[in-house]
T-cell receptor, first 113, second 108 residues
Framework: KAGVTQTPRYLIKTRGQQVTLSCSPI?????VSWYQQTPGQGLQFLFE???????NKGNFPGRFSGRQFSNSRSEMNVSTLELGDSALYLCASSGVSSSYEQYFGPGTRLTVT | GESVGLHLPTLSVQEGDNSIINCAYS??????FIWYKQESGKGPQFIIDIRSNMDKRQGQRVTVLLNKTVKHLSLQIAATQPGDSAVYFCNAGNMLTFGGGTRLMVKP
């Protein structure tokens, strides 16, 4: 069974731009969560989607948004990028039988200059 | 508020020794706890979990201990190997937040 895939793996943007990251969960998984990882703040939860609905949301500004499609693939968008948005963005999926066990993708490394 | 925290940011051990990584939590309502391992350049990987009605669970070379009285969780790695070098995160399963992580460095 293929794992969680994220595209692109690396991205460089400039301040003020917007970016869209993509995540394909493990086949059959309906929950997708997004995290931001930085050296200073560790892993911080952004939001979780289940069956195309946002189920949980972390404490991030409205510039961060996401969505999930009917095939469970998910995208997150960051508008008006700031230097502090430079981070590794991780996506994780989980299945119905063990919804607490998350399977992480390799992440997208976003650098904002 | 609810939080999951780790005691030591970096742990350095000799290859072959046992490692113990600690974690404190504040949410008494957590039903399960999970340890993840993150190697350089990769996403976190599930290692082992434990239900709140247990106090010990063993896996292959790893043991997780749960002390609900003091809200403490630990991960023990037996005969630590270079491949164990990584950042380890604990997570209270019904929270979507992680502690800052402990970096385990294994010296050959």
């Amino acid at each position: 069974k293929a794992g969680v895939t994220q595209t692109p793996r690396y991205l460089i943007k400039t301040r003020g731009q917007q970016v869209t990251l993509s995540c394909s969960p493990i086949s059959g998984h309906r929950s997708v969560s997004w995290y931001q990882q930085t050296p200073g703040q560790g892993l911080q939860f952004l939001f979780e989607y289940f069956s195309e609905t946002q189920r949980n949301k972390g404490n991030f500004p409205g510039r961060f948004s996401g969505r999930q499609f009917s095939n469970s693939r998910s995208e997150m968008n960051v508008s008006t990028l700031e230097l502090g948005d430079s981070a590794l963005y991780l996506c994780a999926s989980s299945g119905v039988s063990s919804s607490y066990e998350q399977y992480f993708g390799p992440g997208t490394r976003l650098t904002v200059t | 508020g609810e939080s999951v925290g780790l005691h030591l940011p970096t742990l350095s051990v000799q290859e072959g020794d046992n490692s113990i990584i600690n974690c404190a939590y504040s949410n008494s309502a957590s039903d399960y706890f999970i340890w993840y391992k993150q190697e350089s350049g990769k996403g976190p990987q599930f290692i082992i979990d434990i239900r709140s009605n247990m106090d010990k669970r063993q896996g292959q070379r790893v043991t997780v201990l749960l002390n609900k009285t003091v809200k403490h969780l630990s991960l023990q790695i037996a005969a630590t190997q270079p491949g164990d070098s990584a950042v380890y995160f604990c997570n209270a399963g019904n929270m979507l937040t992680f502690g800052g992580g402990t970096r385990l460095m294994v010296k050959p």
